[in-house]
């Protein structure tokens, strides 16, 4: 295993909570699938090799499942790696939001419960609720409550015009997972077909069309799928860059723009571009869609490059002023967790991070320009999901801060920090992102609920977690 502090699988396979399992999708040839390859003259870059050091993360109790959410299973439909042609079809946006009416109001951080004496220990057991209300703090005023639970491990969360939440999950402790909708009620249903380390999801703006983002295998090739209201499920893109590991680095996560286009986080396929043959090449070459987030068209399948340097761009959002984010976690060293204001044609500098500390990392290209982080986080604090507040029951104050969900179980994480990207400091080095959200255990990813409400779904026992807003002494 290359490490144990960086990833979810790898905290889970040290608690032993995830088994991985080689699992091979059922792809026959077609030719009318779109290919991500490029020119061979266009790839090119380079970096060299480093024996990760292993980091102690903080004990997480073991997850059992016997009290998991009902499950409806539906039909597993035979995945049809096809994509017909539909570049006439108009793409669909939406009208910006807009503020609520919300009055401002200032809150105070969220504080911190005790880290042990719970009813399984560091935390509760897994069906304690009672005990979970208790360690998760939020700032007075925004009540907490259990929303549901997912049967498995959710990666990420989205809603749906029907209201319920769907998300990617990883199922009976495997690498392999489906798409879960999440009931008012609790109930959960299973939805499409069975997928290798799902990630990403969403919908196309004005649709019921889920995207979705897979592994082809569990060590090697990028997939995109879509789904359609019926279940069955389309193989638009089958050659993205993939995987630095098992568990790491692979087509992330995803959301549509104000353009109408797919935006899709790929990680690196190496730590800081190593070789593999380090007598014969110092670093090894890179492809032109990986450490990128990639501006694809979801009825052709023609793919770009919109910004790269990203190391593992594991979540992606738009705000409402249509300003695109992503969180990107750093190297097996520690040094790159952070958020990204992400601009068109920009390059973020991985690989080229000897100013990080990475000595094996190569020098920086002659001529190029390289933007800079927004904020930096804490190193192992391992950022993932995100989502910037574009509801209407919230202070008024809060429409357009961005939240991120810090999943490692390091002193700086467990937790959701608040960020205003309007009322940063100066002095960036000395910054802190607000906690809004403590005492979670693995929190993967945060969205905004239709009622305006914050969710948040916590990767080891799949519970979900919502957060509304009642003014002060709520």
Known sequence: MRRC????????????????AACNLNRPDDDTRFSATVPADLIGALASSVTPAPTAISPTPTATFTDAATVTASATPTITPTLTPAGTQPLVTLTP???G???????????????????????????????????IRVPEGYPLEHAGRFPGQPMQITYGRDGRLYATVLE????????YALDADGAAQRIGPTLISPVGLAFQPGTDVLYVSARITLEQGGGLWRINPDGSAHLVIDDLPCCFSTIDNQPNGLTFGPDGYLYLGVGSTTDHLESD??????FTTMHPLEAAVLRIQPHTGEVEAFARGIRNPYDVAFSPTDQLYASDNGLVTGPGDRLLRVDQDANYGWPYWRERGCAQCPLTGFGLTLSPDLVRFPDYSLPRGLVVYDGASFPSNLFGSVFVALWNGTPDGQRVVRIDPAALPTDLENYTPEPFITGLIRPVDVAVAPDGSLVVADFIYGHVWRVRYTGAGG
């Open 277 to 282: 043959t380090p007598d014969a090449q110092e």
């Open 5 to 20: 502090s960086r990833s979810i699988a790898a905290c889970a396979l040290t608690i032993g909570l995830i088994t991985l």
């Open 172 to 179: 009976n402790g495997s690498r392999s997972g489906a798409v």
């Open 97 to 99: 939001a807009a503020p």
């Open 101 to 135: 009416a919300v009055p401002p109001f200032q809150h105070q951080a969220a504080s911190f419960s005790p880290l042990e004496g719970w009813s399984c220990g560091d935390f509760p057991c897994a069906d304690d609720i009672d005990g979970f209300l208790q360690r």
